[in-house]
Nanobody
Framework: EVQLVESGGGLVQPGGSLRLSCVGSGFKFDNFSMSWVRQAPGKAQERISTIDKTARATFYHPSVKGRFTISRDNAKNTLYLQVTSLKSEDTGMYYC????????????WGQGTQVTVSS
């Protein structure tokens, strides 16, 4: 059974930073691209970032480019998202995603970790 377990969310002031983590199990982690998807209140779900299985290629949504960094440690089956210079509009539930055959397809989701940016 595929499992994705996120952690690292929390309440942070504008301008602050967090490091989100996601541990995957039940599949060969280093065979799949992985993504972070954000669901903000009242907004459409958006793919924030994707990293390919070798970590050689990445994608960032324009709204987070330059502030967020995606990475992975295949030896630890772990995906990361370093989020910096946080803004109120970054508030939302962040989900770890196991991609399917393309970066736009989602095979499995974690339970999510909440990020709230507020003073």
């Amino acid at each position: 059974e595929v499992q994705l377990v996120e952690s690292g969310g929390g309440l942070v002031q504008p301008g602050g930073s967090l490091r989100l983590s996601c541990v995957g199990s039940g599949f060969k982690f280093d065979n799949f691209s992985m993504s972070w998807v954000r669901q903000a209140p009242g907004k459409a779900q958006e793919r924030i970032s994707t990293i390919d299985k070798t970590a050689r290629a990445t994608f960032y949504h324009p709204s987070v480019k330059g502030r967020f960094t995606i990475s992975r440690d295949n030896a630890k089956n772990t995906l990361y998202l370093q989020v910096t210079s946080l803004k109120s509009e970054d508030t939302g539930m962040y989900y770890c995603i196991k991609n399917g055959r393309t970066w736009q397809t989602y095979d499995a989701w974690g339970q999510g970790t909440q990020v709230t940016v507020s003073s």
